[in-house]
Nanobody, 124 residues
Framework: EGQLVESGGGLVQAGGSLRLSCAGS????????IGWFRQAPGKERDGVSC????????HYVDSVKGRFTISSDNAKNTVYLQMNNLKPEDTAVYYC?????????????????WGQGTQVTVSS
């Protein structure tokens, strides 16, 4: 069975940057789309960004466009989320997950196989 492991979270001041990593084992990422999600305290988990490895297409929700960048290192089977100009409202536990690549990666409700999450805290 496949496994996803997130890393790179931490505490940063507003305006700062973090890069999250999602390392996959037991998955051939070419067959999957990889999404990043976040869940703030008391709120539902929401999709943030995704990448469809077989054609390189990406998607971002409006709140992170221009600040976050998703990318993939094929050799390492790892997907990254570069987060710049972070805001306090970006504070959340960030998760990566996968969905079969024949779906559009922005179908955030279809994802399964989740990582354990990594905490991102942005102070004002």
């Amino acid at each position: 069975e496949g496994q996803l492991v997130e890393s790179g979270g931490g505490l940063v001041q507003a305006g700062g940057s973090l890069r999250l990593s999602c390392a996959g084992s037991g998955f051939n990422f070419d067959d999957w789309s990889i999404g990043w999600f976040r869940q703030a305290p008391g709120k539902e988990r929401d999709g943030v960004s995704c990448i469809r490895r077989n054609n390189g297409s990406t998607h971002y929700v409006d709140s992170v466009k221009g600040r976050f960048t998703i990318s993939s290192d094929n050799a390492k089977n790892t997907v990254y989320l570069q987060m710049n100009n972070l805001k306090p409202e970006d504070t959340a536990v960030y998760y990566c997950a996968v969905v079969r690549a024949y779906y559009s990666c922005s179908n955030y409700g279809l994802y399964d196989y989740w990582g354990q999450g990594t905490q991102v805290t942005v102070s004002s």
